[in-house]
């Protein structure tokens, strides 16, 4: 019979718990079965000595090859489908209407920022060339056409009489708007048109609220001769410089040469261009400041987006002209039919008095 182990004086044993083990012989536990190494092992009998039916796994099938990666093809980009092209103009039809009574004067009003007060009008120039129920073609139709027959003088010269016409009606309203008409830089090389403006305009006070407009690069290139044409009208019309190519403008030169109001569009304003060129010496949002300063109104032209007119007044443009505002419109038929100005009769000369010839005699005795 073994001998058990005395239990040390001073502890009891737990009940509940196995023996403590000596640390010399540690607890063995049984091996594990090794698993089978033959793929397929014969199943172990049954009782009645058959073989048990095992399910036997099922070859493993080879993976499938990957398909070889093709790069993605690059999405195209979306091509811009062209403009419409433009109806081939008829320039016989269009010299025919020009000839005819085609020629029409519409206005479109300038306006203050931002309470939009009309304070002047610019005449433009359209030329119905089909029946009434078709718009009137714009300079961007008619002009090159003119230009090639050599009959932007007479353009200048038919517009120019119209629009004393309406200075003279506005003159009569007790108005004080002004009318504006953009000349054609070939008119500065023909005199007789110059002269013709300046004998009307001193015979006629009431033209004082007509102005004339000229592109900037005109300006910059007129010769002695022009400025001598030029001169006799300062004082009765104004001068304004439109078409600009860039913003390099001097207000002291401007003042000096009888300029009045500068006229840039708002495209030009807003979204300058980047080139070294075109920009101006100053920021753009001085521009106004110093052209006012030197007393030269400027009016932002081709106002469209109703957007634009709050960054218009950040700029501190005080004039603005453009569709966002009104659409031109043709003069009233009426207004044009308006009889010309009288002229003061001159007084009749005294009729010489009638004498007897015997008073004659005597004086002579």
Not at 79 to 91: F, K, L, N, S, T
Not at 119 to 143: N, Q, T
Request: charged share 25%.
């Amino acid at each position: 019979m073994p001998r058990s182990r005395p239990s040390r004086p001073g502890r009891r044993r737990r009940s509940g718990r196995s023996p403590r083990r000596c640390p010399a012989r540690p607890f063995r536990t049984p091996p594990r079965p090794r698993p089978c190494r033959v793929r397929r092992c014969r199943p172990p009998p049954r009782e009645d000595g058959a073989l048990r039916p095992q399910a036997v796994p099922p070859d493993p099938q080879p993976a499938p090859n990957p398909a070889p990666s093709v790069p993605a093809r690059p999405i195209p980009p979306r091509p811009i489908p062209p403009r419409p092209a433009a109806p081939p103009v008829d320039e016989a039809g269009l010299i025919g209407a020009f000839e005819g009574d085609g020629l029409e004067i519409h206005l479109q009003p300038v306006v203050t920022l931002p309470q939009r007060k009309v304070v002047a009008y610019e005449a433009l120039a359209r030329l119905r060339i089909s029946g009434p129920g078709v718009p009137p073609a714009e300079p961007e139709v008619f002009l090159p056409v003119l230009e090639r027959f050599g009959r932007t003088t007479e353009l200048d010269r038919r517009m120019l009489q119209r629009a004393t016409i309406v200075a003279r009606h506005l003159a009569r309203r007790g108005s004080e708007t002004l009318l504006t008409y953009s000349l054609s830089p070939l008119s500065l090389f023909e005199p007789g048109l110059l002269r013709e403006l300046a004998r009307t305009a001193t015979d006629d006070p009431a033209l004082a609220g007509l102005t004339i407009a000229l592109p900037q690069a005109s300006w910059r290139r007129l010769d002695a001769g022009q400025r001598g044409l030029l001169a006799p009208l300062r004082g009765r019309i104004g001068f304004s410089l439109d078409r600009p190519d860039d913003l390099r403008f001097d207000a002291a030169e401007f003042a000096d040469r009888g300029i009045g109001q500068v006229k840039v569009p708002a495209e030009m304003l807003l979204r300058p261009r980047s080139d070294r060129g075109s920009l101006s010496d100053i920021a753009v949002e001085d521009i106004a400041p110093a052209l006012t300063r030197a007393g030269i109104r400027l009016i932002a032209t081709g106002v469209a987006d109703e957007a634009d007119v709050p960054d218009l007044i950040d700029l501190d443009v005080p004039f603005a002209q453009g569709t966002a505002f009104a659409a031109p419109r043709p003069v009233r038929s009426e207004v044009l039919a308006a009889p010309p100005v009288e002229q003061p009769v001159p007084p009749p000369e005294p009729t010489p008095e009638r004498r007897p010839f015997r008073s004659v005699l005597r004086r002579a005795v």
